[in-house]
């Protein structure tokens, strides 16, 4: 890229920077000792503040970079994502939203040792948090540094580490002085951003096409070199058994792993009431909604106008589509109109990933402290709220840390792909423990340290010996071969066996399960009485 497109996408780009660290320095300022105020903003968010802030937390570099670029490459088979990110929301619209904000006070753990042993539940619900937080964060990692290596020109792996670094520092900053509250903001002007990007593009696509969506979907498909098989399932999942067993597995990550997001899960505890909470998913419907209709368009579009053997040039695993789809729509790399719409693009792709990172380091470091921290400390008094706060603004650093590294490792894979894996660890072991909790009488102590620890271990495990890290050219490691599960998303097998391992702890436990605190969870979540 030109000198014109880098100076350009910089100067945006720290405006952003910017405008999200004076709102952390004016957040800062306000009382920040209470964690109340540090990891639910105070509850003092609207409906439609936390609606535009859940979108802005969901609508990731996954979303933006990862979605567009799977259907430049692969055409229908890339609309699964778009179409499992969205359906989601209708679980948790119906089975979480409400009912875990009447139950918690500001993560997973607290809705679930609501009725438990609170000590084996915290440390196993907030060991997943973390893991499945750590992984979402993998994925911002990579989308940003394949940005940069688009926007630098490709200048080498030394450029994607230092922006890497750079993205890490400043989530830690974000998190560290300005809690919720700053966290919340920033989501808020990120979706903003990120809506009128995607809509400008769009417009761009089909003003290219007058409007005619026939034309865009066949002349991607006659760029693609595939016909009319780009545009019919099977291209990605439909080669052999073992495919579409992926198809089905990725599907059922997509769908289910939504409900158990730690970083999704947090923004119900930043409003005042359930039926906020409940509205606030009804705003953050429509909102992405309308941004995964749009992906469809800059997808094939990128098909059509790039090409998809362009974007693979670019990038292998198509996270900077979009970028080159600005490129072509302003005008071409040496014109004015090109080098002003990149730069806006990806200026919007780092802010994105800068507040998607932000949300879930908070959400993780929260786990950290409010959960573990909390429950390896014998004697759990209310005064130490301040001492769990500045735990979780230590923890904040070494989660950053690890996902840096992790960031670094996986720098190749595509984005929406990496989202995945997060989402099938978070349905297989956050999900049956909270829907084991909420609706299931005699669920117990080991039934819920089971559920979660017979859905993450698997999880992980499975995609240790899977095609992610070995044995194939686009592994982690391609130089070795231990792959001895062939699915590259886990969550056919991991899912289940986090509901059936949830099952059988409680079968199995010497525990009575106590009906007076079930009965008082079950009003409690119902009626929001006694909700904090």
Known sequence: ???????????????????????????????????????????????????????????????????????????????LYAVGFLVAWLLVLFLVAELVRNCGRFTLADVVAARMSERPVRIAAGTASVTVSVLYLVAQMVGAGSLVALLLGRTGAAAQMWTVIGVGALMVVYVSLGGMRATTWIQIVKAV?????????????????????????????????????????????????????????????????????????????????????????????????????????????????????????????????????????????DSTGGTVLFAIVAAVAFAT????????????????????????????ERGKARSEVAVARVAAIGIGVVAIGLGLLARDLNVAFLVGLAFAVAASANLPVLLYSLFWRGFTTRGAVWAVYGGLVPALVLVVLSPVVSGSPGSLFPGIDFQYFSLENPGIVSIPLGFLAGWLGTVTSDEVPDEAKYAETEVRSLTGAGAA
């Open 1 to 79: 890229m030109t000198g014109q497109h880098q100076s350009l996408a910089l100067l945006l780009f720290s405006g952003f920077v910017a405008v999200t660290l004076g709102i952390t320095t004016w957040v800062s300022r306000r009382r920040q000792g209470s964690a109340e105020e540090f990891y639910a903003g105070g509850r003092l968010f609207s409906p439609m503040e936390n609606g535009f802030a859940i979108a802005g937390d969901y609508m990731s570099a996954a979303s933006f970079l990862g979605i567009s670029g799977l259907i430049a490459l692969f055409g229908y088979d890339g609309l």
């Open 193 to 333: 951003l990120l809506l009128g990007g995607t809509i400008a593009l769009t417009v761009l696509v089909l003003l290219r096409f007058h409007g005619d969506l026939d034309r865009l979907l066949l002349t991607a498909a006659e760029r693609s070199g595939q016909g009319e098989a780009f545009l019919a399932p099977g291209l990605k999942y439909g080669g052999d058994w073992t495919a579409r067993f992926d198809f089905i597995s990725l599907g059922l990550a997509l769908v289910l792993g939504t409900g158990g997001l730690p970083h999704i899960l947090s923004r119900f505890y930043t409003v005042p009431t359930a039926r906020a909470a409940r509205r606030s998913v009804v705003w953050s419907i429509g909102l992405i909604g309308g941004f995964y209709l749009m992906t469809f368009v800059l997808g094939f579009g990128a098909a059509a106008i790039v090409g998809p053997q362009a974007v693979r040039d670019s990038n292998a695993a198509g996270n900077t589509a979009v970028p080159l789809l600005a490129l072509d729509l302003g005008g071409g790399a």
């Open 353 to 380: 990933i800068l507040a998607v990172v932000a949300g879930i380091t908070l959400a993780s470091s929260a786990s950290v402290a409010h959960d573990l921290y909390a429950s390896l400390r014998r004697g759990r």
